[in-house]
């Protein structure tokens, strides 16, 4: 080949059929691999092995030097000077660039992935550090694995940035610090979400925000990692956030709030007719309950109980936790408390039954009802005489916040009392 300017004249087709030929191939594949690891500078080695004849022929011609064994070894910074003293009069970065398809600087690339990285976790820290999140250790330790688990970085850089930042700005709605003890709020999911993303699908199953909030909430709460839809719902209600507002009810008895709507006037007259009523959150947001100050309502654990009082006849007012305490109990729980009524309790004696029970007295002051240690100990002589088939307590052991010999005397019994085992007792308190 001969020296000619390349800038003016067109590639005429001998030249470009010649770069082109197949005996050329794996040379330009194995400079351009080299090219690319280099950071597009021709420097370094690359070694052809098992050259056939046609190959041979290619290469001399382009090297201007004869090859006559099946290897040869080539340095990218000859290779370049040839090209350029060519016909061609460019590099070998601008002829494999030419050639196609465009190199890659993979080095540039790389240092610029490490760079949004960093980027993104400082961004994070600094997204975190401006919430009230920034005072609770557990958050610090969510982002530290959230980087370490390797989700975010797998985004493209727009997509992990709006994420993390979509995800703390939800956490930090969810948990707003403790200074002010404010009264918690409770959110329908696709209100959350369409407060902190834009779109009431932004927190839906499955979504890798979802993921990193539900991972958040564990944290916060001392919660395990569900694994299953029941379980990331329960986790939602963990912090007051509601799958949809209709699904989930409260059941009452007995309520009759003093104000004028169609809805308190309802549970009024189904009051009168005893008859119980199931409440959703969405009910719950419409209605404004106010009990006459001081209202004494007691709670159960056991929706037996509201079955047999309203059966009684019974008149005072009755709510019914229907095992754990879910967001939409708590939200009625919440309402009546902020009105002045004043709660008595009562559940299973059993440890589950005990951790529930310190929930409710502890959040609103509870009295409990007919769940002190005398009433244990009477309501198990009393199966014990009447021959009722025994439970055995088992798992660890709860302290009882208002009681405490209550846990002491369960454990010398040893047996599980459920509330039906105090049914008569209890409809006589709430006649």
């Known amino acids: 080949m001969t020296h000619r300017d390349a800038q003016t004249e067109p590639r005429d087709a001998e030249t470009l059929t010649f770069l082109t030929r197949p005996g050329l191939t794996r040379l330009w594949t194995a400079a351009r691999t080299r090219l690319e690891r280099n950071g597009l500078q021709p420097t370094g080695t690359i070694r052809l092995q098992n050259l056939d004849a046609e190959e041979r022929e290619a290469l001399s011609l382009l090297l201007a030097r004869p090859l006559s064994t099946p290897t040869a070894t080539i340095r990218l910074p000859d290779l ?4 350029r003293t060519s016909a061609l009069a460019q590099g070998l970065t601008a002829t494999l660039e030419e050639l196609g398809p465009p190199l890659t600087d993979r080095r540039a690339a790389r240092d610029e992935a490490v ?8 961004a994070a820290e600094a ?13 610090v330790r969510w982002l530290e694995e959230t980087r370490r688990a390797g989700t975010i970085a797998r985004q493209d850089p727009h997509t992990a940035t709006t994420v993390l ?17 404010p009264t918690p709020v409770v ?3 696709g209100e959350l979400a369409t407060r902190t993303t834009g779109s009431a699908h932004g927190l839906d199953d499955g979504t890798v925000l979802a993921r990193l909030v539900l991972r958040g909430i564990a944290l916060a709460t001392g919660a395990e990692q569900p694994t299953d839809a029941p379980g990331r719902r329960a986790l939602w ?9 209709v699904s989930s009810t409260v059941l009452t008895y007995g309520l009759r709030p003093t104000g004028g709507t169609w809805g308190e006037q309802l549970l009024c007259r189904r009051a009168d007719h005893h008859l119980e009523t199931h409440l959703t959150l969405r009910e719950l947001r419409a209605l404004q309950l106010e009990l006459p100050a001081h209202t004494r309502i007691h709670v159960c654990e056991n929706p037996r109980v509201v079955e047999a009082a309203a059966d009684a006849g019974c008149t005072a007012p009755l709510i019914c936790t229907s095992g754990n305490a ?12 902020a009105t002045g009524c004043v709660f008595a309790y009562h559940g299973d004696f059993d440890w589950p039954g005990i951790a529930l029970s310190n929930r409710v007295m502890d959040r609103y002051g509870a009295e409990p009802w007919r769940m002190r240690a005398q009433d244990y100990e009477y309501l198990a002589t009393r199966t014990q005489v009447h021959g009722t088939p025994q439970l055995l307590l088992s798992g660890p052991r709860i302290e009882a916040i208002w009681d405490p010999e209550l846990a002491s005397t369960m454990d010398a019994l040893g047996i599980v009392l459920h509330e039906e085992a105090a049914l008569d007792l209890l409809l006589e308190d709430l006649s």
């Open 127 to 139: 997204a975190l550090a401006a919430t009230s999140l920034s005072a609770q250790p557990w958050a």
């Open 187 to 189: 959110w329908g999911r």
């Open 165 to 181: 930042t979509q995800a703390i700005g939800t956490l930090a709605t969810l948990f707003p610090g403790t200074d002010a003890n």
């Open 237 to 245: 209600r963990l912090a007051s956030v509601t799958p949809d507002e």
């Open 326 to 337: 879910t967001t939409v109990v708590l939200t009625l729980l919440d309402a009546l408390a």
């Open 80 to 83: 370049d000077t040839r090209l």
């Open 115 to 122: 760079a949004q990285r960093a980027g993104l976790w400082s």
